[in-house]
C-alpha cells in the first residue's frame, strides 16, 4: 500500500472506528452479552473497505465524507455479519477469523447468530440516521435502502454465498454444471455486491447524477470481482499468518479462480478488471484519485 493510501485509509477508518464506538457502546437499553458479541467482531481488525469506499464515493459526487460516516458503518456492520455467520459450523466451520477465535468460539453459535442479525438490522438503522440527518428525499432514501439491501440480499451477498455452498464438491458434479458460470456467479455476488453497493450509498447521500452513479456501479463491480480473484491467489499463496487464518479453499474443496484458472491466468484475469474499473473513473478527474490508489492496492495487498 502506498503512503498516500495509507494515510487516507488510516484516516478515514479512524472515522469509521470512532463513529462505531458511539453506535455500539453509547446506549444503555441492550442486553450486555449482544452488544459485547458484536463489538467483538466490529472491533477485531481488517482493512474497513466497504465504509471508506462509501466516504470516498461521497467524496467524488461533492459530499464531505464526514456526513456519510454513518451510512459507511453500516456497510461495515453488514460485513461483519457476513463474517460471523459465515465462520459458523453449519457455513465455512472457522475457528480463527484475523488471527483471532472466532465469534462463535468466543460466544458461542446462539450468540454469534444473534451478533450478526443485530449487526445486519442496526445498519439499516444507522442509514436511515444517516439519510435524515442529511434531509433526503423520501425517493432518496428508499434507494439507499434499496441498493444496501440488494447488495446483501438474495440478488447480492447472501445469493453468492448460496452459490458458493451449492459449488462445493465442484469436481464431481455432473455435465450440466458449468464451473466457468458458477464461479463468475458467485463472486460478483457474494463480494463484488456489497462493495457496490457501498458506492452506490455514497453517492446516492451525495445527490449524483445518475451517470456518475453508473460508473461507480461499473467501477465497484470491476473491483469487486477483482478483489475475490485476488482473494482466492492469496488463500493459495499467501502467509496464513499475515491471512489470520488456518484452513484453505482447497481443504474446503471450494470453486475459486486459481484452482480453475491457475495463479498466472487468475492474476491476469483481475489486473483486466482493474484496469477496467479505473477507465470508469475517468469523469471524475482529481476527486478519485484514492479510488484509484485502492483499485491498485486490491491486486497488490498480501493480507
Same mark, same amino acid.
Given at each position: 500500500?502506498?503512503?498516500?493510501?495509507?494515510?487516507?485509509?488510516?484516516?478515514?477508518?479512524?472515522?469509521?472506528?470512532?463513529?462505531?464506538?458511539?453506535?455500539?457502546?453509547?446506549?444503555?437499553?441492550?442486553?450486555?452479552?449482544?452488544?459485547?458479541?458484536?463489538?467483538?467482531?466490529?472491533?477485531?481488525?481488517?482493512?474497513?473497505?466497504?465504509?471508506?469506499?462509501?466516504?470516498?464515493?461521497?467524496?467524488?459526487?461533492?459530499?464531505?465524507?464526514?456526513?456519510?460516516?454513518?451510512?459507511?458503518?453500516?456497510?461495515?456492520?453488514?460485513?461483519?455479519?457476513?463474517?460471523?455467520? @459465515?465462520?459458523?459450523?453449519?457455513? @465455512?466451520? @472457522?475457528? /480463527?477469523?484475523?488471527?483471532?477465535?472466532?465469534?462463535?468460539?468466543?460466544?458461542?453459535?446462539?450468540?454469534?447468530?444473534?451478533?450478526?442479525?443485530?449487526?445486519?438490522?442496526?445498519?439499516?438503522?444507522?442509514?436511515?440516521?444517516?439519510?435524515?440527518?442529511?434531509?433526503?428525499?423520501?425517493?432518496?432514501?428508499?434507494? /439507499?435502502?434499496?441498493?444496501?439491501?440488494?447488495?446483501?440480499?438474495?440478488?447480492?451477498?447472501?445469493?453468492?454465498?448460496?452459490?458458493?455452498?451449492?459449488?462445493?464438491?465442484?469436481?464431481?458434479?455432473?455435465?450440466?454444471?458449468?464451473?466457468?458460470?458458477?464461479?463468475?456467479?458467485?463472486?460478483?455476488?457474494?463480494?463484488?455486491?456489497?462493495?457496490?453497493?457501498?458506492?452506490?450509498?455514497?453517492?446516492?447521500?451525495?445527490?449524483?447524477?445518475?451517470?456518475?452513479?453508473?460508473?461507480?456501479?461499473?467501477?465497484?463491480?470491476?473491483?469487486?470481482?477483482?478483489?475475490?480473484?485476488?482473494?482466492?491467489?492469496?488463500?493459495?499463496?499467501?502467509?496464513?499468518?499475515?491471512?489470520?487464518?488456518?484452513?484453505? @479453499?482447497?481443504?474446503?474443496?471450494?470453486?475459486?479462480?486459481?484452482?480453475?484458472?491457475?495463479?498466472?491466468?487468475?492474476?491476469?484475469?483481475?489486473?483486466?478488471?482493474?484496469?477496467?474499473?479505473?477507465?470508469?473513473?475517468?469523469?471524475?478527474?482529481?476527486?478519485?484519485?484514492?479510488?484509484?490508489?485502492?483499485?491498485?492496492?486490491?491486486?497488490?495487498?498480501?493480507?
Amino acid at each position: 500500500m502506498s503512503a498516500t493510501l495509507d494515510a487516507y485509509m488510516t484516516s478515514r477508518g479512524a472515522l469509521v472506528d470512532a463513529e462505531l464506538k458511539v453506535l455500539l457502546r453509547g446506549r444503555s437499553e441492550e442486553p450486555k452479552a449482544i452488544v459485547a458479541a458484536m463489538s467483538y467482531s466490529i472491533f477485531a481488525g481488517g482493512k474497513r473497505l466497504r465504509p471508506v469506499l462509501v466516504m470516498a464515493a461521497a467524496e467524488c459526487c461533492g459530499l464531505n465524507p464526514r456526513k456519510a460516516v454513518k451510512t459507511a458503518c453500516a456497510l461495515e456492520m453488514i460485513h461483519t455479519y457476513s463474517l460471523i455467520h @459465515d465462520d459458523l459450523p453449519a457455513m @465455512d466451520d @472457522d475457528d /480463527l477469523r484475523r488471527g483471532k477465535p472466532t465469534n462463535h468460539k468466543v460466544f458461542g453459535e446462539a450468540m454469534a447468530i444473534l451478533a450478526g442479525d443485530g449487526l445486519l438490522t442496526y445498519a439499516f438503522e444507522a442509514a436511515a440516521v444517516n439519510a435524515a440527518k442529511l434531509k433526503l428525499s423520501g425517493r432518496a432514501t428508499a434507494e /439507499l435502502m434499496k441498493v444496501i439491501a440488494r447488495g446483501a440480499g438474495v440478488q447480492g451477498m447472501v445469493g453468492g454465498q448460496v452459490a458458493d455452498l451449492e459449488a462445493e464438491g465442484w469436481k464431481k458434479k455432473n455435465h450440466g454444471f458449468n464451473p466457468k458460470k458458477a464461479l463468475e456467479y458467485i463472486h460478483l455476488h457474494k463480494t463484488a455486491a456489497l462493495i457496490t453497493a457501498s458506492l452506490e450509498a455514497g453517492a446516492i447521500l451525495a445527490g449524483a447524477a445518475p451517470d456518475r452513479l453508473r460508473r461507480l456501479r461499473a467501477y465497484g463491480k470491476a473491483i469487486g470481482l477483482a478483489f475475490q480473484i485476488a482473494d482466492d491467489v492469496l488463500d493459495v499463496i499467501g502467509d496464513k499468518k499475515k491471512l489470520g487464518k488456518r484452513g484453505s @479453499d482447497a481443504q474446503n474443496d471450494k470453486l475459486t479462480y486459481a484452482r480453475l484458472y491457475g495463479i498466472a491466468d487468475s492474476r491476469a484475469m483481475a489486473a483486466a478488471l482493474i484496469a477496467e474499473g479505473r477507465c470508469a473513473l475517468k469523469p471524475f478527474g482529481a476527486k478519485a484519485r484514492p479510488l484509484h490508489d485502492l483499485a491498485n492496492y486490491i491486486i497488490t495487498r498480501e493480507k
